[in-house]
C-alpha cells in the first residue's frame, strides 16, 4: 500500500537556518505530492504541491522536488523565520485513488 | 468567509453520549472527508464521500458514522462516545475532476474532548 515517512520532529532551529525536512514514500503507481503546513490552532493549508516526475513546487520561499528515482520529496527553505513555526505534514495521493495518505507531521520551531 | 466550516469548534462531552460535528463547504466540491488528528499520528481517514449518494469508510470508521446531507454538508457522528475519541477532527473537500489527485482543504478543525 502507499505511505509516508518524515523525519521525526521537533526541529528547532535558529532565524535565517537552512531548512530541509526530509520526506520519502512508498506507492504502486505515480501518485501527486503536496506539503501541508498546519499553523497553531488552525487546520492543514496547502504549502505546494508537484503532479509528476522532476516537478519542483514552490511557494513562499518553500521548494520541493519530486524524485522518482529515490522516492522523495524534501521541503527545503533556505531561510526560515520566526513565522514558519508550524507542523509541516507530507501526503501523497495515487491519481486513480480517492484520499491523500498523510505522514505523520514534523513540528517546526525557529527562534529569533 | 472561509471555504469550508466546522462547527463547533470544540466540545467536551462525556462517555456514551451522542455527539455530531459539521461541516459545510462554498467550493462546490463534490468529494468530501473526514480526518481525525492524534499527536504523533499524523492524520487518519474516518469517511469520504463522493457525492450525496456515495459514502465510503476510510482507515478508521468503527465508532463513527457519516451524513452527507447535501452536496455542501457532511457530519460525522459518534453514536457513543469513549475517550480514545478524544482526538482533533477536520473535514477536507477536494474537486472530482479527473486527472491527477488533486489537493484537498481544510476546515479549522474540530477539537473533541470525551472524558
Known amino acids: 500500500g502507499n505511505s509516508v515517512t518524515q523525519m521525526e520532529g521537533p526541529v528547532t532551529l535558529s532565524e535565517e537556518a537552512f531548512l530541509t525536512i526530509n520526506c520519502t514514500y512508498t506507492a504502486t503507481g505515480y501518485p501527486s505530492l503536496f506539503w501541508y503546513v498546519q499553523y497553531p490552532g488552525e487546520g492543514l493549508q496547502l504549502l505546494l504541491k508537484?503532479?509528476?516526475?522532476?516537478d519542483k513546487g514552490s511557494n513562499k520561499g518553500f521548494e520541493a522536488t519530486y524524485r522518482k528515482e529515490t522516492t522523495s520529496f524534501h521541503l527545503e527553505k533556505g531561510s526560515v523565520q520566526v513565522s514558519d513555526s508550524a507542523v509541516y505534514f507530507c501526503a501523497l495521493g495515487e491519481n486513480s485513488g480517492y484520499a491523500l495518505n498523510f505522514g505523520k507531521g514534523t513540528s517546526l520551531l525557529v527562534t529569533p | 468567509d472561509a471555504d469550508v466550516t466546522q462547527t463547533p469548534r470544540n466540545r467536551i462531552t462525556k462517555t456514551g453520549k451522542r455527539i455530531m460535528l459539521e461541516c459545510s463547504q462554498t467550493k462546490g466540491h463534490d468529494r468530501m472527508y473526514w480526518y481525525r488528528q492524534d499527536p504523533g499520528l499524523g492524520l487518519r481517514l474516518i469517511y469520504y464521500s463522493f457525492d450525496v449518494k456515495d459514502i465510503n469508510k476510510g482507515e478508521i470508521s468503527d465508532g463513527y458514522s457519516v451524513s452527507r446531507q447535501a452536496q455542501a454538508k457532511f457530519s460525522l457522528s459518534l453514536e457513543s462516545a469513549i475517550p480514545n475519541q478524544t482526538a482533533l477532527y477536520f473535514c477536507?473537500?477536494?474537486?472530482?475532476?479527473?486527472?491527477?489527485?488533486?489537493?484537498?482543504?481544510f476546515g479549522p478543525g474540530t477539537r473533541l474532548t470525551v472524558l
Open positions: 477536507a473537500t477536494s474537486d472530482a475532476r479527473t486527472g491527477f489527485m488533486r489537493e484537498q482543504f
Open positions: 508537484a503532479t509528476k516526475a522532476d
